[in-house]
Antibody, heavy 120, light 108 residues
Framework: QVQLVESGGGVVQPGRSLRLSCVVS????????LHWVRQAPGQGMEWVAL????????YYGDSVKGRFSISRDKSKDTVYLQMNNLRAEVTAVYYC?????????????WGQGTTVTVSS | SYVLTQAPSVSVAPGETARITCGAI??????VHWFQQRPGQAPVLVVY???DRPSGIPDRFSGSNSENTATLTISRVEAGDEADYYC???????????FGGGTKLTVL
């Protein structure tokens, strides 16, 4: 079955960078869009980014534009989220999710998440 | 950008019907998706494209969408349905995924 496994989270100091990874298995990696979504402690879902099936298009949430970057590597079946100049407000569980339907604009399979804590 | 409004909480007795709404101007023209998130777990898609169910989701879960309100209906509610529920759309105007604020379903 389709599985998404995130990694790369941890405790990081403000101003530093971090790269999250998500390995996808059980499907043709190059056939699907992929998303990142985050959830701060006790809060709701916040969409972070989307990368098109072939990497040709990328979209970002307003709060991360210019600081986060999404990419994918088909040789490793992996999608990445590069996060720069981290601030306390990005502390959250980060989920990757597979885009569903023909346009990939909803999230039909989710990983279990990786936790990012920004703290000095 | 597009805003989806959900009530913070809904309570229902076991066996009854829960209706969780997601409001926005002309949301009936959008395609709405619904997620369930049990405590400490990742979200799970329970309804997509307004009223379709992924495989493995019980037919107690159904969706509808019209005018200014989309609704997730859970029939014959069980204790295991207690969770947070989120609606979601794709906003063409901003090219972003938009989530509602979430509704906590409590089974009394």
């Amino acid at each position: 079955q389709v599985q998404l496994v995130e990694s790369g989270g941890g405790v990081v100091q403000p101003g530093r960078s971090l790269r999250l990874s998500c390995v996808v298995s059980g499907l043709n990696f190059s056939g699907y869009a992929l998303h990142w979504v985050r959830q701060a402690p006790g809060q709701g879902m916040e969409w972070v980014a989307l990368i098109w099936f072939d990497g040709s298009d990328k979209y970002y949430g307003d709060s991360v534009k210019g600081r986060f970057s999404i990419s994918r590597d088909k040789s490793k079946d992996t999608v990445y989220l590069q996060m720069n100049n981290l601030r306390a407000e990005v502390t959250a569980v980060y989920y990757c999710a597979k885009g569903g339907g023909s346009t990939g604009d909803f999230l039909d399979v989710w990983g279990q998440g990786t936790t990012v804590t920004v703290s000095s | 950008s597009y805003v989806l409004t959900q009530a913070p909480s809904v309570s229902v007795a076991p066996g009854e019907t829960a209706r969780i709404t997601c409001g926005a101007i002309n949301i009936g023209f959008e395609t709405v998706h619904w997620f369930q998130q049990r405590p400490g777990q990742a979200p799970v898609l329970v309804v997509y494209d307004d009223d379709d169910r992924p495989s493995g989701i019980p037919d107690r879960f159904s969706g509808s969408n019209s005018e200014n309100t989309a609704t997730l209906t859970i029939s014959r509610v069980e204790a295991g349905d207690e969770a947070d529920y989120y609606c979601q759309v794709w906003d063409d105007g901003s090219d972003q995924v938009i989530f509602g604020g979430g509704t906590k379903l409590t089974v009394l």
